[in-house]
């Protein structure tokens, strides 16, 4: 029954964390890499009070947790937006606003969630089981949201009491206790809600978490200020943190250095080997669940959501072109020169050593630059043939995209580079306003939310404007499974379809690079990507 499958969702993603603390093997002659998720402040002597500034490596889109697809808002809104459930550094489901895991019927229809009582908004206004329902019903059903799709089919959400949620189904849906780990997850207060119904609630979002939203200062800042209120407010020992926006990798390490931030996310391999010899400076590292690649547009006209049209280009309408594509990205050599044997290849939306890996699911096509020529030539296109690519402009992305464009001279692709500012990147990918758009995702623990999300027909993820009924039963069946084992069968065989129509193009997954200074502690950063300063603190300068 689905109540045990959670119970095995969460001993299968423990698999993932145990497997991931033994030090990463690299090809031969490259460094091993072990993880370290940070440390909790826990019995460490802190000062209370002060400012920390984090540097942000690419500016947030909205700060609405209902309509976000950014990782950085993620991060911001780590702060000051509690979800119903989170993940430990073992990758262990926890209650966070929620007090227990869910109790989900026999038959699978019935998940009922218990909540937290007696805490508050940061606004004052009381947390119980109807806000939970007035945020839950905002993220499946408000026109526009990017959580509708990771949440399932929906028939019903409901209160039985101020302290329990009921969230009934259509159909049976696995993975909804991981989607409630993310955005999804994210309850705000109804009273901000309801004012302009909502609309403008990225302006000024209030929430339940250790700080509260005080300003933003667009493409320069966000601050956020310790909230008084939160429940758990004993244990948070920042007085503010300041979000600066830093897109240079090199510029946020040298402001480490001279100490005018104290946290950078998403540091260089080009820096990270030398930031880690500083005595000052402590390195934070795991695996990644989530991966990089390129979008293929093949149907998104109208903007993601809207009914398909096919594009009336080689490359769209041609399995070969796109195959042809993936051959000749030579995966391997990519990743290792890039990125000096940091990260690794990634062929799928799978995260390897999984409960849901198998052979098949994280399969890799060989580079094969000739046979990337002989399919262009089947499909009768001129060589070299031309795409172009939108890239987010940060230095390690466009030597990425760079080195990419020559794997794919060898097979017979001519790329053009455009690179674009993150945050318009974002709107591109929605819009559909791009022929190939290289982009990642930081990953969730639950494959629904890797793969479904951005190729079921119709999802408000499907930035391709990709459609395969094939795979959308395997989705669905494997949403509906609950056995781990059944439904890493099902996911390995969508790995085969995704391979064969390649609506995006997968190439390599990063690890999780965050540097602190030792001034502060506390600082946790886990494989889902979000580094948290809840908990965070200046160490006391007496010890």
């Known amino acids: 029954m689905l109540a045990r499958f959670t119970r095995m969702l969460v001993l299968g993603v423990t698999a993932v964390a145990i497997a991931s603390c033994a030090p990463v093997q690299h090809p031969a002659g490259t460094a091993t890499h072990t993880d370290d998720y940070g440390t909790p402040v826990g019995s460490q002597p802190v000062r209370e009070g002060g400012d920390l500034v984090m540097g942000l490596s690419s500016e947030p889109d909205k700060l609405d947790p209902t309509t976000s697809s950014s990782l950085y808002t993620r991060f911001v809104m780590n702060s000051i937006c509690e979800k119903l459930y989170d993940n430990d550094s073992s990758g262990n489901l926890v209650p966070q606003l929620a007090t227990a895991l869910p109790t989900v019927s026999e038959d699978g229809l019935t998940v009922t969630i218990p909540v937290r009582e007696g ?14 329902q007035t945020s839950l019903q905002r993220h499946f059903s408000m026109k526009g949201s990017q959580r509708t799709s990771e949440m399932g089919q929906i028939a019903a959400i409901e209160t039985a009491d101020p302290t329990h949620v009921v969230i009934r189904y259509k159909k049976p849906f696995a993975p909804i206790t ?28 209030v929430c339940v978490g250790p700080f509260k939203f005080v300003k933003r200062v667009p493409q320069t800042s966000i601050e956020v200020a310790r909230d008084p209120l939160y429940y758990d407010a004993k244990n948070v020992h920042l007085n503010k943190v300041t979000y600066r926006i830093i897109t240079d990798a090199n510029i946020r390490a040298a ?11 998403t540091i260089s391999p080009q820096d990270v080997d030398a930031l880690a010899k500083d005595p000052d400076l402590r390195v934070l590292q795991s695996g990644s669940l989530g991966f990089y690649g390129a979008y293929l547009n093949i149907g998104n006209v109208d903007g993601v959501g809207k009914p398909t ?18 051959l000749a990205t ?5 990743v290792d020169t890039v990125f000096n044997n940091w990260f690794e290849t990634a062929c799928s939306g799978i995260v390897p050593k999984s409960t849901f890996a198998t052979d098949a699911g994280i399969a890799c096509p060989a580079y094969d630059p000739e046979r990337s020529k002989q399919l262009l030539t089947e499909a009768g296109v001129k060589l ?32 053009k580079i455009v690179p674009t500012e993150y945050a318009t990147l974002l709107d591109v990918q929605k819009r559909g306003t791009y022929e190939a758009l290289y ?13 479904a999300k951005f ?17 959308d039963d395997l989705f669905g069946k494997a949403a509906r499974a609950t056995d781990p084992k059944e439904r890493a069968e099902l996911y390995g065989k969508t790995t085969a379809l995704i391979q064969a129509d390649n609506p995006y193009v997968y190439t390599y997954r990063i690890r999780v690079l965050t540097v602190h200074t030792k001034k502060v502690t506390g600082i946790e950063a886990y494989a889902d990507g979000v580094i948290r300063l809840g908990k965070a603190a200046f160490t006391d300068s007496k010890s």
Not at 179 to 189: F, N, P, Q, V
Not at 255 to 265: C, F, P
């Open 439 to 451: 982009l990642g995702w930081s990953g969730r623990l639950d494959p629904d939310a890797n793969i």
């Open 309 to 326: 049209k096919q594009i009336d280009t080689p490359i769209a309408k041609d399995p070969r072109v796109r195959l042809a594509f993936s």
């Open 178 to 205: 991981a989607a409630l780990a993310d955005r999804a997850g994210m309850i705000m207060s109804p009273v901000e809600l309801a004012k302009d119904e909502g609309k403008n609630f990225s302006d000024h979002p």
């Open 119 to 132: 805490i508050k908004f940061a606004d004052g206004a009381p947390f119980d089981a109807a806000a939970v």
């Open 255 to 265: 402001n480490l250095r001279s100490g005018d931030i104290q946290v950078a996310d």
């Open 330 to 334: 030579d995966r391997k050599t990519l």
């Open 384 to 415: 070299p043939y031309q795409v172009t690519m939108q890239v987010t402009n940060s230095p390690d992305q466009l030597r990425y995209a760079q080195a990419w464009q020559a794997s794919l001279a060898a097979g017979g692709f001519d790329l």
């Open 455 to 471: 190729l079921t027909t119709g999802s408000a993820g499907n930035y391709a404007g990709y459609s395969n009924p094939a795979l």
